[in-house]
Structure formats: structure tokens, C-alpha cells
């Protein structure tokens, strides 16, 4: 037998009322109002989208950064050229062409053009192959090239596109 001072008998023999707080029916009182939420809602959809847009804008200016095919060679050296051009023969430039005249065209080779390199003080003639014919060019026009020179010091143009 159990004795009548036991938690069980207790509980059955004179249940006690339930406590009950004066507060439990009312609303609470600290919560997140709706028009907060959706601001900050609104504030974090605006701040991922942001964040998106840099991360696109830094890709797309990376990717020309980073498929330039001139982005690796040397700037072309005019002074070196000018003092041996044999030491040079065979080496890839790039440079930034100015066009100032043409001197004359054949059919099957290319143009053979005079121009200005990146300084601008240093007058070069260029042999642009006839892959090019379809890009015009007038005095004044400036382009970005991959220069190669060649037997003789004459500089062919392997890569031209408008600057």
C-alpha cells in the first residue's frame, strides 16, 4: 500500500487548481509588426540583387580583361627596332596604331600602311594582310594590334581590331 503522503494520492484526492497568468488571453506585445517585416524583407531582396548585379559587372569586365589576345605580349619597342631590327625578328608585340596614310595595296598580300605607334611619335609601316581588306581604314583611325616582325624588319600585322 501507498501511503497517503505520496505525490499520486495527493494529485487524486485534491487536485489543485490550475495557475493561470492575467496576461495569457491578451495579444502579445513584442512581435515584429507586418509593414517591418516586409521593409527588411524588401531591403535584403534589394541588397542579394545588388550584389548580383556587381559580381555579374565584375565577371563581364573580367572576361574582356582576360580573353584580350594582346593582353600578354610586350608593348612594341620603336627605339629598339629603330637601333637593330634583326634583334627583334620573329617576337610578337602589341601596340596601339594610329593610321596616317596608306602607301599601296596588292590584291593577294594586303595593304602596306603607315601609321603612328602607341606613343604617337613613332612612325612604323605596317603590312596588313588581306584577312583585314574588310575593316576600312582612314587616316586618323586607331586600332589595337599584334605586331610581328619579320624577315627583313618588315612588321606584319597578325591581330587588328578597332580601338
Same mark, same amino acid.
Given at each position: 500500500?501507498? &501511503? ?11 487536485? &489543485?487548481?490550475?495557475?493561470? &497568468? ?86 593577294? !598580300? ?6 603612328? &605607334? ?41 591581330? !587588328?581590331?578597332?580601338?
Amino acid at each position: 500500500m501507498e &501511503s497517503p503522503n505520496s505525490n499520486d494520492a495527493l494529485n487524486q484526492d485534491n487536485p &489543485s487548481p490550475q495557475v493561470r &497568468s492575467p496576461f495569457s488571453d491578451s495579444k502579445a506585445s513584442i512581435g515584429v509588426p507586418r509593414a517591418a517585416f516586409s521593409t527588411r524583407g524588401l531591403i535584403w531582396g534589394a541588397v542579394i540583387t545588388l550584389a548580383v548585379v556587381i559580381i555579374a559587372g565584375i565577371a563581364i569586365f573580367s572576361m574582356g580583361l582576360f580573353f584580350n589576345p594582346l593582353r600578354t605580349l610586350r608593348e612594341f619597342p620603336a627605339q629598339e627596332y629603330y637601333d637593330n631590327h634583326a634583334t627583334l625578328q620573329g617576337t610578337r608585340y602589341r601596340s596601339n596604331l594610329t593610321i596616317t596614310g596608306q602607301i599601296g595595296w596588292k590584291n593577294d !598580300l594586303g595593304r602596306l600602311v603607315n601609321c603612328t &605607334s602607341g606613343d604617337g611619335k613613332s612612325p612604323l609601316v605596317v603590312l596588313i594582310p588581306a584577312k583585314f581588306d574588310s575593316i576600312p581604314m582612314e587616316a586618323g583611325e586607331h586600332f589595337q594590334a599584334e605586331l610581328l616582325v619579320a624577315e627583313g624588319g618588315l612588321i606584319k600585322v597578325n591581330f !587588328l581590331r578597332p580601338k
